[in-house]
């Protein structure tokens, strides 16, 4: 059907991920499914075993562990439904999806590097920059040596793009 598909609510984006992003959530969803709801299921039976639930707080507890363990199995099932997958190994050229960029910060000559990422593998503490952040977005189609402003809540920023790299 192409890159987006229609359902009743509305239109259904594909998600940019890359390969190791895409693993990462796999492997979440299978511990969801074979270690975290199993035990959550246990604590409820065992916590209904106590008598009144009404002032059980184990049970709460457990059923609202529950409850957020199965929310987050239909999140992931949802993005890995709609992922697609990009291996930024066989990419080159400018900045895209995938890059990791090295930057330095013209101001304060710091070096950073970032790969860009999509939204749902975004960890900016471990260098994964989200592609919708401002940063991503004034990046895309530089090339090194370019410099980029970005507009962030501390104010505007320099960098300059030392390197760009696809693996």
Known sequence: MGAETLIWWGTMEKIPMTRAGHAALDSELKTLKSAERPAVIK??????????L???????AAREKQSFIEGRIK??????????????????????FGATVTLVDEDTEEERTYQIVGEAEADIENGLLNIKSPLARALIGKDE???????????????????????
């Open 54 to 60: 009404s002032e059980n707080a184990e049970y709460h």
């Open 145 to 167: 040596g370019d410099s980029v402003e970005v507009r962030t809540p501390g104010g505007e920023r320099s960098y300059e793009v030392v390197s760009i790299r696809y693996i």
């Open 43 to 52: 604590a409820i039976a065992e916590a209904r075993e106590h008598g009144d």
């Open 75 to 96: 999140e992931i099932e949802g993005l890995l439904g709609r992922a697609d997958v990009i291996d930024p190994a066989k990419l080159s050229g400018t900045i895209k």
